[in-house]
């Protein structure tokens, strides 16, 4: 139930955040947030090892998303996920962004954006 941020990358100038996680359940967080700034996310690709369902949002309480951004994304065993924002989405200031998966099974998350 945890996730591993394999690369976490962030500044202002913009991030990548890859994190894998066997068991998303309980909601994660991806970017953590940054005082006085929000989090604006210009691309997202889940990969899924098993078949459940990912939402990607802003905040936690009480172990799921505060606020639903994306989802739920429906998932298939061993298949990715890509999107792109031609607009980026922003994350309330001082929030950070976090991920949350309907049960265990192994997901890669890779998110690209900027701080500001």
Same mark, same amino acid.
């Given at each position: 139930?945890?996730?591993?941020?394999?690369?976490?990358?962030?500044?202002?100038?913009?991030?990548?955040?890859? /994190?894998?996680?066997?068991?998303?359940?309980?909601?994660?967080?991806?970017?953590?947030?940054?005082?006085?700034?929000?989090?604006?996310?210009?691309?997202?690709?889940?990969?899924?090892?098993?078949?459940?369902?990912?939402?990607?949002?802003? /905040?936690?309480?009480?172990?799921?998303?505060?606020?639903?951004?994306?989802?739920?994304?429906?998932?298939?065993?061993?298949?990715?996920?890509?999107?792109?924002?031609?607009?980026?989405?922003?994350?309330?200031?001082?929030?950070?962004?976090?991920?949350?998966?309907?049960?265990?099974?192994?997901?890669?998350?890779?998110?690209?954006?900027?701080?500001?």
């Amino acid at each position: 139930m945890a996730i591993t941020l394999v690369t976490d990358s962030v500044d202002r100038a913009g991030f990548v955040a890859n /994190g894998n996680s066997a068991d998303l359940s309980g909601c994660e967080t991806l970017v953590s947030a940054v005082a006085g700034a929000s989090i604006y996310v210009e691309k997202i690709s889940v990969s899924f090892g098993a078949a459940i369902t990912v939402t990607i949002g802003a /905040g936690e309480t009480t172990g799921a998303v505060t606020t639903v951004l994306i989802g739920p994304l429906y998932g298939a065993a061993n298949t990715t996920i890509e999107l792109v924002f031609t607009r980026p989405i922003k994350v309330a200031a001082a929030t950070a962004l976090t991920a949350d998966a309907s049960g265990a099974g192994n997901v890669t998350i890779v998110v690209q954006g900027y701080i500001r």
